[in-house]
């Protein structure tokens, strides 16, 4: 009872903090999809419009455009936690107080995150309800919305842990920016924000199903596309990454905290 | 309350050489240096203490205190606090420490202390009435009742510190660990700091152990000083024994208005230092000299000004760090 007590008002602190500058945070969260999103777009519209009714692999111009939509709403939902930065907290020794507090660390950032996920899923409902009026938000079914919600939701889980290996290796790195920006580029390519999964090279195809990356992006939104997935080893896959990646952080937690020196205290 | 035993701190760095070619090198072939931060310290606080711990920088006091509050782990030896290895950072132990940074804040920056403490009240489990009562109690006696709504940000250094002192003593902590805890305060911010403390030691009788370079916290808090050089503990003992370290004669200072006669024969017997143009003195007195010899000086000399030393601790530690022998014999 007392721990959620701690968890709920760790979560209302991080949404005090995250909306202390406003401004700042709504394009900071909003801005750089909607930017990824424009430039896929006048990509796209510029490959298509070579030639009159194009389909490449069964995706014809609007079904592209709208997997690039749904694209922009998981990338809001299930990667939009990109600000964690543990390892500027390790190195410059900032984790001590939180080594203080009896309330773990990874309690702290792991209820920070889960209070970022809330406001993010009520800005994205509204971005979502911007480009409805707009009339562009692709049709879809009211289960389809929820299926792909509460699919984006768990992904986000991983993506956090992802989020979170690359900040733990700061224990050993001297600098995790330049990891994390390659982690963030092969995720984005291999995911299927750019170019849908199908046309990739069959081999690379059957070879990505081994790794979680088609699960973060390309998954979830044909799950918003209403397209079959098979939702068992969806959620299965992503079950076991998570897991895995779970048990590598607290392994890289215990192992790292040794070597913590807490730099100027 | 607090007892170390033989606790080591070893920190190992790889040598970096200059230049391309050394960068070259040392990326497939590099050179260890360990360095021990702390050696072999041993330590006994007895509940209700406050300590001074003392040292020049890099002396190993912040390496120490980390290792006290469980913030990193020995390399070897014991500690123990009450009755926990801090190292293992249950959160029993951590509910009965608590430590304020001088140089870093552990208020959260964005948002009001208000908002800092209701959090930390929940880290604590402090009961609403228990809380409600130390905040006003302490917001009282700071003088901050004002500021607790105002953003961390934009609060001056001093009032950020009284703030801090607060969040950290909200749930009653049996140690309080502060590490400079004054330091880049102006001298009026830096006496609130202290009178508090002394305050709420007298009140709450919780053992405080305290890092300072400046002399003046040392000698209105600290009963009782350790002072470390190189990792290795080179006093622990009193603050007045401390003090007498270099002799238990107090210095006394005269200046005159005019260059005096270094030859005159009143001079002869005493133990006495004249400044380069000869118009002031130093000498060095037994405290039951004092009375006459002033006397004497203030009769026969054209005194402008006379004092004693305000802090001989001052100079000790001065002394010391110039030259670390003079412990050898204590």
Not at chain 2, 177 to 197: C, K, S, W, Y
Not at chain 2, 240 to 269: A, M, P, R
Request: contains cysteine.
């Amino acid at each position: 009872m007392n721990n959620l007590q701690k968890w709920v008002q760790t979560i209302k602190i991080s949404w005090k903090r995250y909306t202390a500058y406003r401004l700042n945070f709504f394009l900071q969260i909003i801005g750089p999809s909607l930017i990824f999103f424009f430039i896929k777009y006048n990509l796209w519209s510029s490959i298509y419009s070579g030639e009159e009714g194009l389909v490449i692999k069964g995706y014809d111009f609007n079904q592209m455009i709208t997997y690039h939509i749904w694209s922009f709403v998981v990338a809001q939902i299930a990667q939009g936690h990109t600000a964690l930065n543990l390892s500027i907290d390790i190195r410059m020794g900032r984790i001590s107080s939180y080594l203080i507090y009896p309330f773990n660390f990874w309690e702290f950032h792991t209820a920070s995150f889960l209070g970022f996920q809330i406001l993010q899923l009520g800005i994205t409902c509204l971005s979502m309800t911007v480009f409805s009026l707009l009339g562009i938000l692709p049709d879809f079914t009211l289960s389809g919305m929820l299926y792909g919600i509460s699919a984006c939701l768990y992904v986000s889980l991983f993506w956090y842990a992802l989020q979170y290996f690359t900040g733990m290796l700061a224990f050993w790195l001297e600098e995790t920016w330049i990891l994390r920006v390659i982690l963030q580029v092969i995720t984005v390519f291999l995911s299927g924000a750019v170019i849908p999964l199908e046309l990739f090279p069959e081999a690379v195809r059957s070879v990505l199903e081994y790794t979680p990356f088609p699960y973060l992006t390309y998954y979830p939104i044909k799950i918003f596309m209403g397209a079959p997935v098979d939702m068992l080893n969806f959620y299965g896959v992503i079950t076991i990454w998570l897991a895995i990646f779970t048990a590598i952080n607290s392994y890289l937690w215990k192992r790292g905290i040794r070597l913590y020196t807490a730099a100027g205290m | 309350m607090i007892i170390t035993k033989d606790l080591t701190k070893k920190f190992v760095s790889y040598k970096k050489e200059e230049g391309m070619k050394g960068a070259f090198n040392s990326f497939f072939k590099r050179e260890a240096v360990e360095k021990f931060a702390v050696d072999h310290f041993d330590l006994n606080i007895e509940q209700g203490e406050i300590i001074g711990l003392l040292g020049p920088n890099g002396a190993g006091k912040t390496t120490l205190m980390k290792m006290l509050t469980g913030i990193i782990v020995p390399s070897s030896g014991t500690v123990e606090i009450a009755g926990h290895s801090p190292w293992k950072r249950e959160k029993d132990f951590r509910k009965k420490i608590a430590l304020v940074m001088g140089q870093k804040s552990q208020l959260w920056w964005d948002i009001p202390s208000i908002d800092s403490f209701k959090l930390l009240q929940k880290y604590y489990e402090i009961p609403d009435a228990r809380y409600n009562e130390k905040i006003n109690m302490m917001g009282e006696l700071l003088n901050v009742k004002d500021l607790f709504h105002v953003h961390v940000r934009k609060l001056s250094l001093g009032e950020r510190m009284k703030l801090e002192l607060m969040a950290s003593l909200l749930h009653d902590p049996q140690v309080l660990f502060l590490d400079e805890p004054t330091i880049g305060l102006d001298l009026v911010a830096q006496e609130n700091i202290r009178q508090f403390l002394k305050d709420y030691h007298a009140q709450h009788n919780t053992t405080i152990v305290l890092t300072s370079h400046y002399m003046a916290d040392v000698q209105a808090l600290c009963p009782h000083l350790v002072l470390i050089s190189g990792g290795k503990k080179s006093y622990d003992g009193s603050l007045e024994k401390f003090e007498n370290i270099l002799g238990h004669k107090k210095s006394v200072y005269f200046t005159f208005n005019q260059c005096i006669d270094k030859t005159d024969d009143f001079w002869k017997t005493q133990d006495v230092l004249f400044s380069e143009n000869c118009d002031e003195v130093e000498l060095k007195l037994d405290d039951h000299e004092i009375r006459e010899v002033s006397a004497a000086i203030l009769n026969k000399f054209p005194v402008v000004d006379f004092h004693t030393e305000k802090m001989p601790i001052e100079k000790v530690m001065k002394k010391i760090m110039e030259n670390p022998e003079i412990l050898s014999g204590v």
